[in-house]
């Protein structure tokens, strides 16, 4: 059974950063597609940023330069730095892990708020 575990969320003010870390519990994780999306109050789940099992990314236009994904296939693991937070930023961020055949998969959530 696919798990996915979210953490390092939590209460920043503008200007701020948050690193947020997803552990997955799947086999062969390297050959997933991994990403972080996001919901904010009101709107529907939008997409941040990606990493495909070559190395390619993918941001959102709100985020790109402020937000950088990375994986650690060694450790299963997948990171989003968040940078110069703002507080449109505020939303629950899910991670994803994706593949043509085995399927996608979502974590339960953490809530990123971005406040003074």
């Known amino acids: 059974q696919v798990q996915l575990v979210e953490s390092g969320g939590g209460l920043v003010q503008p200007g701020g950063s948050l690193r947020l870390s997803c552990a997955a519990s799947v086999s062969i994780f390297s050959i997933y597609t991994v990403g972080w999306y996001r919901q904010a109050p009101g709107k529907q789940r939008e997409l941040v940023a990606f990493?495909?099992?070559?190395?390619?990314?993918k941001y959102a236009d709100s985020v790109r330069g402020r937000f950088t994904i990375s994986r650690d296939n060694t450790k299963k693991m997948v990171y989003l730095q968040m940078n110069s937070l703002k507080p449109e930023d505020t939303a629950v961020y899910y991670c994803?892990?994706?593949?043509?055949?085995?399927?996608?998969?979502w974590g339960q959530g953490t809530q990123v708020t971005v406040s003074s």
């Open positions: 990493i495909t099992s070559g190395g390619s990314t």
């Open positions: 994803n892990v994706d593949h043509i055949v085995r399927g996608d998969y």
